[in-house]
């Protein structure tokens, strides 16, 4: 069920071994874009994001390079924060599993486990993925070849002594709430296959690994509680942050989190054993898990070795050219949202911007603050009560597209909702080819009509504009300073504040520059801006 009073959202906490790069921000921006949307929607929100800090190849790392590990995963934290910083993500908070807020909380929903016997001692024989530190299936080992899913590397068949978590005991459970609540696994397709994998039969997880406490490796984890012989794998240790950073007593309302935005290639953590550890734990579950798929680059997939990673110098160039708000603006918009894999292209990139930003949005705040700088000198007119003409009728029209992106963003679809108000801008365009008021402006006698129209227009592109702040705030909060409705985000919930008639008559309306110049389709694609290494 929704909560209409709270919203939390999270994104995975990401390695710290990588530096930022598109799937990291996509992910961000997802989860970027929807708290936004609920915190103008009136909803108190909390947005939490992070890194993933205890893998063994963070040490290897670090020793590769001479320093400690906490010293690597500092530089790599930061270099997340920074990047999220300059794509003007609004997390609320930034955890790191090195944290002791964090280490502390794991070390007691282990206790609780073990405590219960939801965690428990055994042996377990498997085949290792030592590049993702994680055991797969037989059946995936085979159908792999017995190399990485991931990576492509050889699996190791491994033998250990492990605690496991007990999956199996909760399969039905679990496939019951699936079924009972169609949205928990989103999209339709990632669903599907994670009902047909659990049908199959699930079995239990290990989820610790032997070490020497001696080993200086061994203290870059969270040992066992009460056996230091064994350390938390980093997978279980990772899930747990969703629910460590708001276990508080300031936080803790915020539970269940409403939506754990993620790329498909973490869908079983989050969909199935991420669950079945709630239920153990008796915690609610979270109301959504949304798997997006890849983005590939000028139809190839990206990699290093081909030259062609979308990382953040590659991005901050993009940014450069045309602004923070269009890149966030085509990742939220062109990005891959359902099952299959959307392209980065620059042409693609170019044409979207001019099609959406530059034709559409711009073009129409231009246009119609132009023309009521023309004919009523700055001032917007009075529409003297009329609120329907040349068959618009435009409370009705911005009340549908309201009404319509609220809906989609309660699924998550965010594509959907930032053309509900981008909509809104086209008909704005409609409206004005066909009223053409700039020829009625030429009859002294029409010009209640003229005042009517451009009313109408303003009025339109302000609701609009509540719609698409998600996804691109600085240029849409420019323009409620030029229309004279600066809005503080939280203080009135977006369904009044997007009630028709707030607008004023006689508001002064800025002309300004272009919000998005138009750009040139010719033009090369940007130079990347910054080190490559991060």
Request: charged share 25%; net charge negative; hydrophobic share 40%.
């Amino acid at each position: 069920m929704t909560r209409t009073d709270r919203y939390y959202v999270t994104t995975p906490i990401y390695y710290v071994n990588d530096r930022p790069h598109i799937g990291h921000c996509y992910t961000t921006l997802l989860a970027d874009v929807a708290a936004r949307f609920m915190r103008l929607s009136g909803r108190e929100t909390f947005f939490l994001t992070g890194t993933d800090e205890h893998a063994e190849k963070v040490v290897a790392a670090a020793a590769e390079r001479g320093i400690t590990p906490i010293a690597w995963a500092d530089r790599n934290a930061h270099a997340f924060q920074e990047a999220f910083a300059e794509l003007n993500f609004s997390n609320d908070d930034f955890i790191r599993t090195t944290e002791d807020r964090h280490k502390d909380k794991v070390d007691a929903y282990i206790r609780a486990l073990k405590e219960t016997g939801d965690i428990f001692l055994g042996d377990y024989e498997g085949w290792w993925d030592g590049s993702q530190e994680e055991y797969v299936t037989e059946t995936t080992a085979r159908e792999h070849d017995f190399k990485s899913p991931v990576t492509g590397r050889p699996l190791v068949k491994r033998t250990e002594r492990n605690y496991f978590f007990r999956l199996s005991k909760y399969a039905d459970r679990l496939l019951a709430h699936i079924e009972a609540n169609p949205h928990f696994i989103a999209p339709e397709a990632r669903r599907n296959e994670v009902v047909g994998r659990i049908k199959t039969g699930l079995q239990d997880v290990p989820v610790s690994r032997a070490v020497d406490p001696n080993d200086e490796a061994a203290s870059w984890g969270i040992l066992m509680p009460d056996d230091p012989g064994h350390r938390v794998y980093v997978w279980i240790d990772a899930l747990f942050n969703y629910l460590s950073a708001v276990d508080t007593d300031d936080r803790r309302a915020y539970w269940p989190a409403d939506a754990h935005v993620i790329g498909k290639d973490i869908l079983w953590f989050h969909a199935v054993i991420w669950p079945c550890m709630l239920m153990a734990m008796d915690k609610a579950l979270p109301g959504c898990v949304y798997a997006h798929s890849y983005w590939i680059r000028e139809g190839r997939k990206m990699s290093k070795s081909l030259g062609n990673f979308l990382d953040m110098p590659t991005l901050r160039g993009y940014c450069n050219e045309f602004g923070v708000d269009a890149v966030r603006w085509y990742l939220a918009t062109q990005g891959p949202m359902g099952a299959t894999d959307a392209d980065f292209a620059h042409g693609r990139f170019v044409e979207m911007y001019n099609a959406d930003l530059a034709n559409s949005v711009g073009n129409a705040m231009s246009r119609v603050s132009n023309m009521i700088a023309k004919y009523f000198d700055g001032a917007l007119p009075d529409a003297k009560g009329v609120t329907e003409y040349a068959g618009h009728d435009w409370p009705a029209i911005t009340n549908a597209a309201v009404e319509s992106a609220i809906a989609k963003m309660n699924r998550l679809d965010i594509p959907g909702a930032m053309q509900d108000g981008l909509s809104i801008v086209r008909r704005v365009d409609g409206y004005v080819h066909a009223t053409e008021p700039f020829k009625l402006a030429k009859d002294e006698s029409r010009m209640g009509d003229v005042a009517a129209i451009l009313y109408h227009c303003a009025e339109a592109l302000r609701i609009a504009s509540l719609i698409l702040w998600a996804a691109m705030p600085e240029r849409m909060e420019e323009a409620w300073k030029r229309f004279g409705t600066p809005v503080v985000v939280g203080e009135t919930p977006l369904k009044e504040l997007a009630q028709w008639g707030r607008l004023t008559p006689g508001t002064p309306i800025e002309k300004g520059e272009a919000l998005f110049p138009r750009a040139d389709a010719e033009a090369p694609e940007p130079t990347p801006v910054g080190d490559p290494a991060g």
